[in-house]
T-cell receptor
Framework: ETGVTQTPRHLVMGMTNKKSLKCEQH?????MYWYKQSAKKPLELMFV???????ENNSVPSRFSPECPNSSHLFLHLHTLQPEDSALYLC???????????FGEGSWLTVV | EDQVTQSPEALRLQEGESSSLNCSYT??????LFWYRQDPGKGPEFLFT???AGEEKEKERLKATLTKKESFLHITAPKPEDSATYLC????????????FGTGTRLTVIP
């Protein structure tokens, strides 16, 4: 139990579907992150929120749309994805940008 | 350009055979170096943070050390349950996008 919970753990979606990934942290942290992990590549930072305000959008295609209603919850809305978007999507949180980042278990996404 | 390189890419050890994993980095303004363990299909699990050259941290069979250019994760008398991918990340700067990850070392410990 890491204190960061992600749902669903596995998702298969067609290229025309719309789905969402959900993340909740129980650590009282102020910053939340979405990362993408693909085979043999370093973790790629996608989005960062601090006190529910977006502070970073790392040139992510618009088919990925984040939402952060409060400091404990983070969503990643997905629509018209491509097969190359298949990956492990990791949510993480930290007290602030200077402190350790704690990850959730990830959501495995397969786009068919 | 900020960069983090981990070696070897994969390592197979017999149970009880000690070894070390390497994380070398070129960043300006190092603020911290993090080690994570990642099991297949799961998210990275935090192990250690090192802040300055000469610092060492230990946890069970793992010991992390830091110099000005690299960090080592020493594994003493490993067991099969130590099999995992070990990720290194370097924090540079104070902004939101300040964490740079390596590609990991996949460790397999054979009984």
């Amino acid at each position: 139990e890491t204190g960061v919970t992600q749902t669903p753990r596995h998702l298969v979606m067609g290229m025309t579907n719309k789905k969402s990934l959900k993340c909740e942290q129980h650590l009282g942290h102020n910053a939340m992150y979405w990362y993408k992990q693909s085979a043999k590549k370093p973790l790629e930072l996608m989005f960062v929120y601090n006190f529910k305000e977006q502070t970073e959008n790392n040139s992510v295609p618009s088919r990925f749309s984040p939402e952060c209603p409060n400091s404990s919850h983070l969503f990643l809305h997905l629509h018209t994805l491509q097969p190359e978007d298949s990956a492990l999507y990791l949510c993480a949180s930290s007290q602030d940008f200077r402190n350790t980042i704690y990850f959730g278990e990830g959501s495995w996404l397969t786009v068919v | 350009e900020d960069q983090v390189t981990q070696s070897p890419e994969a390592l197979r050890l017999q149970e009880g055979e000690s070894s070390s994993l390497n994380c070398s980095y070129t960043v300006s303004g190092l603020r911290g170096l993090f080690w994570y363990r990642q099991d297949p299909g799961k998210g990275p699990e935090f192990l250690f943070t090192l802040y300055s050259a000469g610092e060492e941290k230990e946890k069970e069979r793992l010991k992390a050390t830091l110099t000005k250019k690299e960090s080592f994760l020493h594994i003493t008398a490993p067991k099969p349950e130590d099999s995992a991918t070990y990720l290194c990340a370097v924090q540079a700067g104070t902004g939101a996008n300040n964490l740079f990850f390596g590609t990991g070392t996949r460790l397999t410990v054979i009984p």
